[in-house]
């Protein structure tokens, strides 16, 4: 029979009846970015956009949908007419912080890790001692400052999303008979492998970094962290 719950039950369910539809049913979106060079005299600009060329899944499934703006289509060598010129004199603005609702988004929009898995990660950071939370949103750590850092020098791909979201996909395509279980396991170990022995060789800088930062984040503890958080 149908589902007629209401409130919090029906959005319960309709999340998970929409999830389901859009992941056994629905094509995969495909996002368009956009970028434009122009020249106002002798000044160099620049223009970006992005938009949904495909909705896909989004569709039906629409609670993670990317926010975007489409720019003009232009040709090169384009004459386009200027409507206003303005000098603004501003500051830049730090990126606002993560809640946890953020965080499990965004390890969703990358592919890391399971509905499952991705739960049980805020808590993770915050228990190795990489992160705080505070007034509801995530601070790092001098610990997890100097982690991200000096695997960020050893090798970019230690702190960014593309590593794991390939093993993520590549047992997405062992689950649906794609890829073999034996050739994916030689893929990974390979990838794997290389990052590895590239902290082996700079296993002393790394460590020499976070050892760096395990008094700092100390005495930042004692003093109250999140009094300053």
Known sequence: STFRGRGLEGEVWGYIARRFYANAYMRDAEETVQEAAVRLGNLPLEASGKYLSQEGFYGVFSYFRPGG???????????????EVKLVEDRTKPPPRLSEADLLRLMERHGIGTDATRATFPQLIIDRGYAVKSRGVFKPTPLGFSLVESLRKADQRLVTPETRRMVEEKMRMIEKGVERLEEALEDSAKTYENLLNTCRERIEEITTSLAEAIPQQARQKTGGYSKNA
């Open 69 to 83: 703006s489409k720019i003009p289509e232009l040709s090169p060598g384009e004459l386009l007419r200027v409507v």
